[in-house]
Each structure stands twice: as C-alpha cells, then as structure tokens.
C-alpha cells in the first residue's frame, strides 16, 4: 500500500520546526512550478488564437482530478481545488502575455477580430 502524502506529516515541537519543514517542502514545490510555467510557454507557442488560451473545460477536468488525488492523499479538496485555480489563473494570465509577446515578435499570425470561442486552457 502507497502512504498518503498526510501520512508522511511528521509531529513538529515548535513553530520553528513546523517552517523549516514548510520551507523544505517550498524547495521542492517551486522548481515544479517553474517547469510547468515552461509548458505554458509552449502552450502559448502552440496556438494559433489567444481565444484558445483558455479552456473551461480543461480547468473543469483538472480541478476533478486534483480533488480526486487530494481525497487519496489524505488532504482536503476544497483547498487543494481553491489554490489550483487560483494557480491556474495565474497561468492563464501568463499564457496571454507570452503569446502576445509572440505576436509582437511575429512569430503569431496577426487576428484583430478574433471569431472563434474554442479554447484550450493549462
């Protein structure tokens, strides 16, 4: 049987010890994050149409799966679901910026009345 991650949390004396082990754990987050920030920059490089950059149902199909694993882990899904859209905003938001920086480096081909409303999102 696979431990829960909250299986994993160990009983701290002080609040000191509870930061050390917050910021430990910090450590390992970022670097994930800034990896996946690198897959939004391709996703951006991707698309053809800033209107893709965004996918209600993608973001839909990734909080069901967070929650899910959240639920496995031990954790609460309410949080885990919260700080992923939250996280994916932010993503999102980021997307649009690097693919307005293709196209002003022109490297996205130039749509002032953009029509489509189909997107695809982080």
Do not use: N
């Not at 639920?71 to 949080?79: M, W």
Request: proline share 4%; net charge negative.
């Amino acid at each position: 049987m696979t431990t829960r991650a909250i299986d994993k949390t160990q009983t701290c004396a002080s609040m000191a010890e509870v930061r050390a082990r917050i910021d430990a754990l910090d450590d390992l987050l970022v670097p994930l994050l800034v990896e996946r920030g690198g897959y939004m920059t391709q996703a951006a490089t991707l698309k053809a149409r800033a209107t893709q950059v965004r996918d209600e149902g993608r973001i839909e199909q990734i909080v069901r799966r967070v929650r899910e694993r959240a639920v496995r882990e031990g954790g609460e899904p309410e949080v885990i679901e919260a700080i992923y859209r939250s996280m994916m905003e932010a993503f999102i938001a980021y997307e649009h910026r690097e693919f307005a920086r293709l196209a002003a480096e022109g490297r996205k081909p130039q749509q002032p009345h953009e029509q489509s409303h189909e997107e695809t999102a982080p």
